[in-house]
């Protein structure tokens, strides 16, 4: 959860009123925040003497995002308390031509999105100013993933002149002076600079690969900034700045017009005219335009049997209404009763489902007010007899002498085709669809790949290594509405300098015996009972040193001495027995 340090006296002075601790804290419970500690730090104002203030850090949910600074806090709180209602945010155009910033084409190699929006006549104080900076830092940390989803700039707009070009350019072709340099440094010169730069050497590795870097100018070629390293120096925001041009480049467009809207909506107060915001167009590459900010309100009904049954309260139409105003929901009973309109404005972006709209009544309601109870039907929990017969199982393999692990769920492809030697067509594996790394391509089929990784990565343990791993396996079903089932399975390996077949072999049949299957008597005269091994090729394996595990006449699993060319190509040097069978099929 971020966390928002306001000091105390600028708090209360908004809010109207004052509070010891304890009651601001019941009031941020109240609210569905939580007021973390409170602390005395040393600031140095210009002009004055150094002096202590006291800072709330206030604890905030990480999906609500209009909270994450001193005006939407108390804004959010004013509105709660019923001191004040909701504003209405609006979108204008001027009178004359409305600002333009075209996307070139080249940016699709890079960052293939940007939004854009004007501040008009704003009025900046010392905190306000330092409130702006601190939303956009922590804007950048959540919902941006460190700027690699999102990048934000602002700029004064009275020292550029539009329309404006958002274009990627060849590094050595891309020069300026950064914010806060003497200066102007080429991008390649800038991302030296920067390498050893505590704040903004995090961010270099986005684009610091990619053949061209992203850039904005205006139309005297002067440059805005260089998303999502560094805005430049001619644009820098001061105290005196009166007109705030603000663009956001993104990889997502989504979350790039919940950011604009989020800045725009929290600092539009301080303009001359309160919560109206410029439009800026935004022409694509197809030459298409696109007005923003777009500060859309969007309308849910909720039935209000749905709420009252959800929380375990019953209350009116009339009263869950005013509970969903008070949280900046501006609501009104409809259908005669049975259901609540609900407006959701631009900062609410949390809100996507009727189930975030009646967590918000439930806030309002007060938790602490929802009354205990019984529930009508009694029901008894109990373990699935999977997980069950698993939980006992691991106990006593690892008596054995096994040492448990989990491993990733997912893995690269060539885990679990090219490095066992399998073609990839033949695992039915389920494919991710947009990976963002080689690790994680598809939802592992097999428990082996994991364990030898293990394996590779502890290599300086004593010898043997013997791990085994107890976890679903994911295949392709179509029989199944999602396409894909789980499977239980149970790997063993043995890692030492012979392969100690005979000891995989002994936990196999230490594995039957806790599970009550005997072995086959005679697999010749009656194959259906019991448990025996025959012979099998797998190209994973050692041929000649493989067998198939089956059990009640049906193969559940898989046996043997792994092939030199798998251990290798996991980067293992010493032979490996191994054994993986299908725990469901035996219980």
């Not at 700027?147 to 020292?159: E, M, P, S, W």
């Not at 392969?499 to 995989?504: A, C, D, L, S, T």
């Amino acid at each position: 959860m971020p966390t928002v340090d306001v000091q105390k006296e600028l708090l209360f002075k908004v809010l109207g009123r004052t509070y010891t601790n304890e009651e601001f804290d019941q009031l941020c419970f109240d609210f569905g925040l939580e007021l973390d500690d409170v602390v005395v730090e040393t600031i140095e104002e210009e002009g004055q003497k150094p002096r202590d203030v006291e800072i709330y850090k206030i604890d905030i949910p990480a999906n609500r995002y209009d909270l994450l600074c001193l005006e939407g806090l108390t804004r959010g709180i004013l509105v709660f308390l019923n001191k004040m209602q909701a504003p209405r945010y609006k979108a204008i155009k001027p009178e004359g031509k409305m600002e333009r910033l075209r996307i070139s084409k080249s940016t699709a190699q890079v960052r293939p999105h940007c939004v854009a929006a004007l501040l008009r006549n704003i009025t900046f104080t010392k905190t306000s100013y330092d409130s702006f900076i601190d939303l956009q830092d922590k804007l950048h940390h959540n919902l941006c993933r460190r700027r690699t989803l999102v990048a934000i700039g602002t700029h004064d707009y009275d020292t550029l002149k539009g329309p404006f070009l958002y274009d990627a350019r060849p590094p050595k072709d891309i020069k300026f002076k950064p914010l806060s340099q003497t200066k102007e440094y080429t991008a390649v010169e800038l991302m030296d600079l920067y390498a050893g730069e505590s704040h903004l050497k995090q961010y270099l590795g986005i684009i610091k690969d990619k053949p061209v870097y992203p850039v904005i100018y205006d139309s005297n070629s002067v440059v805005l900034s260089m998303p999502p390293i560094i805005n430049g120096e001619h644009s820098k925001i001061t105290l005196d700045t009166k007109n705030v041009f603000i663009e956001s480049t993104a990889t997502d467009l989504h979350k790039a017009k919940i950011v604009l809207d989020t800045l725009v909506t929290l600092f539009s107060v301080y303009c001359k005219e309160p919560f109206i915001v410029e439009s800026v167009e935004v022409e694509k590459p197809d030459g298409s335009v696109v007005v923003y900010p777009e500060l859309k309100y969007r309308e849910e009904v909720v039935p209000t049997e749905e709420i009252n049954k959800k929380i375990g309260i019953k209350e009116t139409p009339e009263n869950l209404a005013k509970m969903l105003t008070r949280m900046c929901l501006v609501s009104e009973v409809v259908e005669g009763g049975k259901g609540i309109k609900v407006e959701i404005p631009p900062t609410r972006a949390d809100v996507i489902h009727a189930c975030d709209i009646i967590e918000d009544a439930a806030i309002a309601y007060g938790f602490n007010n929802i009354v205990k109870t019984v529930p009508s039907t009694l029901t008894i929990a109990n373990q699935f007899k999977l997980n069950t017969v698993c939980d006992l199982l691991k106990q006593e393999i690892a008596q054995a002498g096994f040492t448990e692990v989990l491993t990733f769920a997912l893995c690269s492809r060539d885990d679990i085709s090219e490095k066992l030697k399998k073609p990839l067509n033949e695992t039915r594996a389920i494919h991710i669809g947009n990976p963002k790394t080689q690790e994680f391509q598809v939802a592992r089929t097999t428990l082996l790949p994991g364990l030898l990784k293990t394996i590779c990565s502890n290599k300086k343990m004593p010898l043997p290594i013997r791990l085994f791993e107890m976890s679903d396996v994911v295949y392709k079903d179509d029989k199944k509405d999602v396409g894909a089932r789980n499977n239980r399975r149970f790997c063993a390996v043995n890692y030492n300098k012979t392969p100690g077949f005979e000891v995989i072999h002994g936990l196999l049949d230490r594995t039957m015996q806790l599970l009550e299957i005997k072995p086959t008597a005679d697999k010749t005269k009656d194959p259906q009972q019991g448990y025996h091994l025959k012979q099998h090729n797998d190209s994973t394996f050692f041929p000649g040193r493989c067998g198939e595990v089956i059990v009640n006449g049906k193969p559940v699993g898989i046996v043997g001495v792994l092939h030199p060319d798998v251990i290798s190509r996991f980067d293992l040097n010493l032979p490996c027995a191994a054994l993986e069978i299908d725990i469901e099929a035996l219980i």
